[in-house]
């Protein structure tokens, strides 16, 4: 195995575009975290949906994690192929998708699952009926009707939980929620009601199945948003958050982080000059940065990422990407003196709206410390 001084190279000798990971930032964010979550005594099961990397998740292996989150049963394999086994799920289970959940049970027997619904609960019995094995649930709880879940005191939320428990191929394992209208927030005090809001009603739902008999055994929360201000977590057992290990231009218009802190970007190169049109181009467009126009509706508009320099990471006069083709990406300039800083050729990085929606064009990570590429992590796409 090559070492990572074997590895290392300068950044301009990449292909472009390429996904590159400011290591350092990386780091300084999933310490930040992880501080914030032990001085509440909570732990945090990272969503792996974002960095998607085997390398990466053994990198935040320390206190206080425990297990990992995964939107995909690719991922779920993946992860368990790497040496993970306590792994949930987060999608509710969809009926197809049954068969594949106990095979992998059968080799990792405490992965967590989530469901919503009787519909998929009858269907998952079902097919226990032939097989030797136990499927650990978690129900889903809808705390700010962002998305799937049941309501923190509806019947079906206490049926759901009683059929589970008396059924000895199941396992009744708590529940779970993900606040997502916390990305809409606009500033810090409105976003800090929302994630009070969040805890409550997941302690409410505790206390209505306690009240029906049937006690809950664990409560996980989160997004990174709430994660970064949360305050009280009494009676909740951990936290899920994925985008903060790398941030991204939504994250630091809400205002959970600075520009600075963004870990993961583009690298592009100029390959054209529209001085008629008082632009360039880059070859990143759509398919390597996303067309995700999260910041839009935000304070400050991004369009398609922010152009920083690649090997300080640091904002070039403001630039912005306008325009997304499907392989050209168009930066406005506003003086010659830009297009002299930007001549065909040159290298930028561009940091991304929505950092999970960037990376997923990927299958590596070039990783960046000290203005030299010293490592290459892969990562897992598909369902």
């Known amino acids: 195995m090559k070492t990572s001084e074997q590895l290392k190279r300068p950044l301009e000798t990449l292909p472009t575009p390429?996904?590159?990971?400011?290591?350092?930032?990386?780091?300084?964010?999933?310490?930040?975290?992880?501080?914030?979550?032990?001085?509440?005594?909570?732990?945090?099961?990272?969503?792996?949906?974002?960095?998607?990397?085997?390398?990466l998740a053994k990198r935040m292996q320390q206190p206080p994690m425990r297990g990992i989150t995964v939107?995909?049963?690719?991922?779920?394999?993946?992860?368990?192929?790497?040496?993970?086994?306590?792994?949930?799920?987060?999608?509710?289970?969809?009926?197809?998708?049954?068969?594949?959940?106990?095979e992998l049970v059968t080799r990792c027997p405490t992965m967590l699952f989530l469901i919503d619904n009787l519909s998929v609960l009858d269907r998952l019995e079902r097919s226990l009926e032939k097989v030797d094995v136990v499927i650990n649930l978690m129900i889903e709880i809808d705390v700010d009707g962002h998305r799937a879940?049941?309501?923190?005191?509806?019947?079906?939320?206490?049926?759901?939980?009683?059929?589970?428990?008396?059924?000895?191929?199941?396992?009744?394992?708590?529940?779970?929620?993900?606040?997502?209208?916390?990305?809409?927030?606009?500033?810090?005090?409105?976003?800090?009601?929302?994630?009070?809001?969040?805890?409550?009603?997941?302690?409410?739902?505790?206390?209505?199945?306690?009240?029906?008999?049937?006690?809950?055994?664990?409560?996980?929360i989160g997004s990174t948003p709430a994660a970064n201000v949360y305050e009280d977590l009494n009676g909740i057992d951990e936290v899920r958050a994925g985008v903060f290990v790398f941030y991204d231009l939504v994250m630091a218009n809400i205002g959970v982080c600075e520009i600075a802190d963004i870990a993961l970007g583009v690298l592009a190169t100029v390959i054209s000059?529209?001085?008629?049109?008082?632009?360039?181009?880059?070859?990143?467009?759509?398919?390597?940065?996303?067309?995700?126009?999260?910041?839009?509706?935000?304070?400050?508009?991004?369009?398609?990422?922010?152009?920083?320099?690649?090997?300080?990471?640091?904002?070039?006069?403001g630039l912005i990407v306008h325009q997304a083709n499907q392989e050209h990406g168009v930066i406005c300039l506003r003086n010659d003196e830009q297009f002299s800083l930007l001549s065909v050729g040159t290298k930028v990085i561009v940091l991304p709206n929505h950092a999970c929606m960037t990376a997923a064009a990927y299958s590596e990570y070039h990783v960046f410390e000290n203005g030299s590429i010293i490592e290459r992590y892969d990562r897992v796409n598909g369902w």
């Open 273 to 317: 000059h529209k001085k008629s049109h008082n632009r360039v181009i880059i070859d990143a467009g759509g398919l390597a940065l996303s067309k995700d126009r999260g910041t839009a509706s935000q304070a400050k508009d991004y369009g398609y990422g922010l152009v920083v320099d690649p090997i300080t990471w640091r904002p070039i006069y």
């Open 149 to 220: 879940g049941l309501l923190p005191d509806e019947d079906d939320l206490r049926i759901l939980a009683q059929r589970i428990s008396t059924n000895k191929s199941l396992a009744f394992c708590g529940l779970m929620t993900h606040a997502g209208e916390s990305y809409a927030c606009q500033t810090q005090a409105e976003l800090a009601r929302h994630a009070a809001l969040e805890v409550e009603k997941m302690r409410t739902a505790k206390q209505y199945l306690r009240g029906a008999g049937i006690e809950c055994p664990w409560l996980s």
């Open 18 to 55: 390429s996904l590159v990971l400011h290591q350092q930032r990386f780091d300084n964010n999933v310490a930040r975290l992880y501080s914030k979550c032990s001085g509440l005594n909570t732990y945090i099961r990272p969503h792996l949906k974002t960095a998607k990397s085997i390398a």
């Open 71 to 102: 939107s995909t049963l690719q991922e779920a394999e993946y992860f368990f192929d790497g040496g993970f086994t306590d792994i949930l799920y987060a999608v509710t289970l969809a009926p197809n998708k049954i068969d594949r959940a106990i």
